[in-house]
C-alpha cells in the first residue's frame, strides 16, 4: 500500500499539511513559546494508533539488527579520558551507559519512520515550531532516524546531541523507570558553562525537569544545548523511541568516535566530514 501522511499523523488534530490554517497555527504559537523557555515542547497523540503498531513491529522484525553497547561515557560522550584537564573538570566524570540503535541505514525502503522523516510537511512544522529556518534532515546515514531500544537495565546518562534539533516519538513504554530528565538551555554558541553542568553532574537538581511520554507523542527537544538523560529501565518491558533529528548544517555528520561508540561503525562520510565545529562546543 502506497503510504500517505495522513494514515500516520492525525492531521484532523494536527494539520501540518496545512500549515496556515488556524488551527495549526495556535499549536505552532504553543510549541514555540514551550520551545523557547523550556527547549522541549510535547504534542500528544500525533502518531495514529494504527501506525504506531506498524512502526512498532518494523523494529521488532529487525530487532537483531540493533547495535547494543555498554561502556562508561562522559556527558560530550566520549569515553577517554583526558588527563590534561582538573580533575574535577565535567569532561572527566564518566558514567554507565547501556543503549541500542536500530541505525538509520538498516531501515527498510517502505520504512514508515523513514517515510515520515522525509516529508517536507515535517520538516516544514518542527521549523515553525522552533521558529528557525532553514533546518535540515540530518546526512547522517546511521544517526538521522534511528530506533532507540532500551532494553531492562538499559541507561541514558547525561549528555547533550551531536544534533541541534531531536524529535522523540515514544513507540512502547517500559514498565518502570525510563523517565527522560533535561536541563533546560544549560549551554549555548560559544559557552559551554562548565560550572553549571558540573553541578547537575554532581548530583544539583534544582535545575532538572522531568518529562512523561506516552506512546503516539512527539517530542520536540533542542538536544545540543540542553542536557539531558534517561533513568534506568526496570521492569520487563524494553523502551522503543525513534528519534529523528534536525540540523543546522545540512553537510555535517557525527564524529568518527562517536559514530563508533554509538551506532558501531565508522562510514567514509564520517572521516570526510570530521572538521571543528562552527558553534565552538564540544560534541
Ligand atoms: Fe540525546
Given at each position: ?14 494539520p ?8 495549526i497555527?495556535k ?9 523557547d ?55 572527566r ?13 538498516c ?34 546515514p546511521?544517526?538521522?532516524h534511528?530506533y ?21 516519538l ?40 522531568q518529562?512523561k ?6 517530542q520536540?527537544f ?57 558553534d565552538?562546543?564540544?560534541?
Amino acid at each position: 500500500m502506497k503510504k500517505s501522511l495522513s494514515n500516520i499523523v492525525d492531521l484532523d488534530k494536527y494539520p501540518i499539511h496545512d500549515l496556515q490554517s488556524p488551527k495549526i497555527k495556535k499549536i505552532i504559537e504553543k510549541c514555540k513559546t514551550e520551545l523557547d523557555n523550556d527547549s522541549c515542547s510535547v504534542i500528544p497523540n500525533f502518531i495514529l494508533p494504527n501506525s504506531l503498531n506498524v512502526m512498532k513491529k518494523e523494529l521488532e522484525q529487525q530487532l537483531n539488527d540493533v547495535y547494543m553497547s555498554k561502556e562508561s561515557i562522559n556527558a560530550y560522550l566520549y569515553a577517554k579520558d583526558d588527563p590534561t584537564l582538573p580533575k574535577d573538570h565535567p569532561k572527566r566524570i564518566f558514567m554507565d551507559r547501556f543503549n541500542g540503535y536500530l541505525n538509520s541505514d538498516c531501515f527498510a525502503k517502505n520504512s514508515e519512520m523513514k517515510f515520515l522523516y522525509e516529508t517536507d510537511e515535517l520538516l516544514k512544522f518542527v521549523s515553525a515550531c522552533l521558529g528557525i529556518a532553514p533546518i535540515y534532515r540530518w546526512a547522517d546515514p546511521l544517526a538521522c532516524h534511528a530506533y532507540n531500544v532500551m532494553e531492562p537495565d538499559g541507561i541514558l546518562p547525561w549528555h547533550f546531541d551531536s544534533c541541534e534539533f531531536t524529535l522523540s516519538l515514544m513507540i512502547q513504554k517500559p514498565d518502570q523507570g525510563g523517565i527522560f530528565e533535561y536541563c533546560p538551555n544549560i549551554r549555548e554558541p560559544g559557552n559551554e558553562r562548565f560550572d553549571e553542568v558540573k553541578k547537575v553532574l554532581d548530583g544539583d537538581r534544582s535545575k532538572v525537569k522531568q518529562l512523561k511520554l506516552k506512546p503516539g507523542d512527539l517530542q520536540i527537544f533542542k538536544g545540543r544545548f540542553t542536557m539531558h538523560r534517561v533513568t534506568k529501565i526496570t521492569g520487563k518491558t524494553s523502551r522503543y523511541m525513534c528519534i529523528p533529528a534536525y540540523v543546522l548544517d545540512p553537510w555535517r555528520v557525527n564524529t568518527p568516535e562517536h559514530s563508533k561508540a554509538i551506532y558501531g561503525k565508522v562510514l567514509p562520510i564520517h572521516l570526510e566530514r570530521n572538521k571543528v565545529r562552527s558553534d565552538g562546543l564540544t560534541d
